[in-house]
C-alpha cells in the first residue's frame, strides 16, 4: 500500500488548507486512515482518524471544531480540511493508514506517506 500525501503548504494564522491522502495498493476496507503532525523537536502527534468500514471519523481535542477529515466516495483518499489554523498548528503532516485497534496510537498504523509541512504563521 502506499499513501501520497499533498496539499500543505504556508498559511497565516485563521487561514484553511485542506490536505489530502490517496492510497493506492491493497487497501482493505476493514482500515483506518488517519493523519498524524510532528512539530519540530515533538513527538508524532495524533490528528483525526476515519473508519473505513462505517466512516466514522474521530479528531484530537486539540482541532475539534476547526480540522474535519473525510472521504473521497469515489477514489480511496481522506481530505482533512483544516480551518481557523493557528501558528501551534504548524508541523508535518503524515497519512497513515492499517487495521488499527486504537487510532490515537501510531504504532498501530503499519503504513504511511511521505509527509506535507503545513506552516502558519501569527
Known amino acids: 500500500v502506499q499513501l501520497q500525501a499533498s496539499g500543505g503548504g504556508l498559511a497565516q494564522a485563521g487561514d484553511s488548507l485542506r490536505l489530502s491522502c490517496a492510497a493506492s495498493?491493497?487497501?482493505?476496507?476493514?482500515?483506518?486512515m488517519g493523519w498524524f503532525r510532528q512539530a519540530p523537536g515533538k513527538e508524532r502527534e495524533f490528528v483525526a482518524a476515519?473508519?473505513?468500514?462505517?466512516?466514522?471519523?474521530f479528531h484530537a481535542d486539540s482541532v475539534k471544531g476547526r480540522f474535519t477529515i473525510s472521504r473521497d466516495n469515489a477514489k480511496i483518499t481522506v481530505h482533512l480540511q483544516m480551518n481557523s489554523l493557528k501558528p501551534e498548528d504548524t508541523a508535518v503532516y503524515y497519512c497513515a493508514a492499517g487495521s488499527v485497534k486504537y487510532m490515537h496510537l501510531k504504532r498501530e498504523y503499519d503504513y504511511w506517506g511521505q509527509g506535507t509541512q503545513v506552516t502558519v504563521s501569527s
Open positions: 495498493g491493497r487497501f482493505s476496507s476493514n482500515w483506518h
Open positions: 476515519f473508519r473505513w468500514t462505517d466512516g466514522s471519523t
